[in-house]
C-alpha cells in the first residue's frame, strides 16, 4: 500500500500530521510510542509459551483443596448458634 506512493503524497501526509500535532508534540508523540513498542516486545518476549504451561504435570497444582459441603454447613451451624441473632418483627 504505502510501497505505490508518490513523494508528493508522503509529503502531504507529513504536512497534514504535523498541522494536526505541531511541531512540538512530534517528538513526545514519536518517543512515546517508541517506549509503547519497546514495552510490548519486552512483554512478549517474557509471556510463557503456550507448551511450557502444557508440560506442567497436573499433581504439581499448588492450589488448595476445596471445603467438603459437610464442613462448611459445620461451621456455619457453630457461627450461627454461637452469636444468636435477636429476631425483630416488622409490622
Known amino acids: ?21 505541531g511541531a512540538k508534540k512530534l517528538p513526545e508523540l514519536a518517543r512515546a510510542l517508541g517506549e509503547s513498542l519497546h514495552i510490548l516486545r519486552k512483554e512478549v518476549s517474557e509471556a510463557p ?18 471445603t467438603p459441603p459437610a464442613a462448611l454447613d459445620s461451621a456455619a451451624s457453630e457461627a450461627s448458634s454461637a452469636n444468636p441473632a435477636p429476631m425483630e418483627h416488622m409490622g
Do not use: Y
Open 49 to 66: 509459551s503456550p507448551s511450557a504451561q502444557a508440560s506442567v504435570p497436573s499433581g504439581s497444582n499448588t492450589t488448595t483443596a476445596p
Open 1 to 21: 500500500m504505502f510501497a505505490n506512493m508518490r513523494p508528493i503524497e508522503v509529503a502531504v501526509i507529513i504536512a497534514v500530521i504535523v498541522l494536526l500535532f
